[in-house]
């Protein structure tokens, strides 16, 4: 799952740079300062085993994008649906808490950037939430298999033995 949000996580950065590239109003040095550090708290967080530590860099990256959407460029906002769905998981259990956390922000942007934050953010939790369900169902389906090799096992040591 991990690689899954990842590769959403280039989509909507390439997106960003692309529309920020796009603009000739501006200069590209913040941008490339916050993609820098945002890559930076994303690769650490892949490397790391602790959970304490994944979940730290995902509240880093949670707050930079806050900032860097507040002061940079408000398209950083994009990314919050991802990071904030990483972040909420582990404290929110249940799929539309997670749901309603993601979308709370689109009360702070001005109206267009909300319609795009808004279909980002109800494409990320959906394609998320559907990848997740699966892993969860292939799982207790291994785990079902594991049983019955257990129990083959067991009636073959008792049929022969």
């Not at 690769?43 to 994944?54: D, G, N, P, T, Y």
């Not at 979940?55 to 904030?84: C, K, M």
């Not at 109206?111 to 559907?130: D, I, N, Q, R």
Request: charged share 15%; proline share 2%.
């Amino acid at each position: 799952m991990e690689s899954l949000l990842i590769i959403y996580k280039l989509i909507v950065w390439g997106y960003a740079a692309f529309d920020y590239i796009s603009s000739k109003q501006r200069t590209g040095a913040g941008f490339v300062l916050v993609s820098l550090i945002y890559f930076c708290l994303q690769l650490f967080a892949l490397i790391v085993r602790h959970m304490s530590w994944k979940r730290g860099a995902a509240f880093g990256s949670v707050v930079l994008l806050v900032l860097a959407a507040a002061f940079v460029e408000p398209l950083w906002a994009l990314l919050l649906p991802l990071n904030g769905y990483e972040l909420a998981s582990v404290y929110i259990h249940r799929v539309w808490g997670i749901g309603a956390v993601l979308l709370t922000p689109m009360i702070w942007l001005d109206p267009s950037a909300g319609k795009l934050y808004g279909f980002v953010a109800l494409f990320s939790f959906v394609s998320v939430t559907a990848v997740k369900r699966h892993i969860e169902r292939m799982e207790q389906q291994e785990d079902r298999l594991d049983q019955m090799r257990n129990d083959l096992h067991r009636l073959t040591t008792i049929c022969i033995g």
